[in-house]
């Protein structure tokens, strides 16, 4: 490595084989050094999910040029913590990606998104991080045309960090040219018919979950979910602290119950 260089960690929820994290270490191995450690195979949905009874197995791989990868059994929490504590054990990085996701992390989905819980936890390790989802699902999309968008967000992070305890949730909408960037706050949104009830053969009922997303507040102007409609990739300031300081104020008077 050279350690005049950036040093960028990227996972995903994918799986280290995917396009999308292709593509991601595609638009940054001219000026930063890149270690991908990622699962083995999809791991979408897991959020901040990480392996307390089975344990981990990590492999060296070659399916990326420019850059060291590795697969992991784990969860993609666990290719965070396994990358920073044995393949990057001599040098901390300086950033740490998620992505590309094959599939819209805006909104609420921000909670259940394995993306972001790669941006989580390196946020939670004092380390700026960004998590970067493309509302095209095909998991063959071309994603070449995010690649301005991708390279001026990681440098200005790179350049300014980001404050104690906030990363970025980064989304692109489905589309070939965007409208520019909207820094916004994450819209409220419900999964609604999220379970698919099924009749096996052998007569018992098995269940799929499924889900159909709906935009709780379809007149708002100032969230992802509307800059996503109307062209713009979003980002959206996360915080890891969710206290509610506001409620915790009106509170105090029960301390006295």
């Not at 060291?68 to 666990?78: I, L, M, N, R, Y």
């Not at 991080?129 to 990681?154: G, K, W």
């Not at 062209?231 to 029960?254: A, C, F, H």
């Amino acid at each position: 490595m050279n350690f005049k260089k950036p040093l960028i960690l990227i996972s995903n929820d994918d799986g280290y084989r995917s396009n999308g994290i292709r593509t991601l270490v595609s638009f940054l191995t001219d000026f930063a050094d890149v270690v991908v450690c990622a699962p083995e195979s999809g791991r979408s949905g897991f959020s901040c999910a990480f392996s307390v009874v089975d344990y981990l197995l990590i492999k060296r791989q070659h399916n990326i040029p420019d850059c060291e990868v590795w697969s992991c059994t784990g969860t993609p929490v666990d290719c965070v913590k396994i990358a920073l504590d044995q393949i990057l054990k001599d040098r901390k990085p300086d950033l740490i990606l998620g992505g590309i996701n094959h599939g819209d992390n805006s909104s609420v989905n921000n909670h259940y998104s394995g993306t972001m819980g790669i941006a989580y936890e390196g946020c939670m390790k004092y380390i700026p991080s960004i998590a970067f989802s493309s509302c095209d699902y095909n998991p063959e999309a071309d994603l070449s045309h995010l690649r301005d968008y991708v390279r001026i967000i990681v440098k200005k992070v790179l350049a300014e960090g980001l404050p104690k305890g906030v990363c970025l949730n980064v989304n692109f909408p489905k589309a070939e040219h965007f409208a520019g960037i909207k820094v916004c706050r994450m819209g409220f949104g419900s999964w609604t018919r999220e379970v698919e009830c099924c009749k096996h053969p052998r007569g018992f009922n098995y269940y799929w979950l499924t889900g159909h997303y709906r935009n709780d507040e379809p007149s708002a102007t100032d969230n992802d979910q509307w800059a996503l409609e109307h062209g713009y990739v979003t980002i959206t300031p996360s915080k890891i602290d969710v206290t509610d300081y506001d409620m915790l104020n009106k509170m105090k008077d029960w301390e006295s119950l």
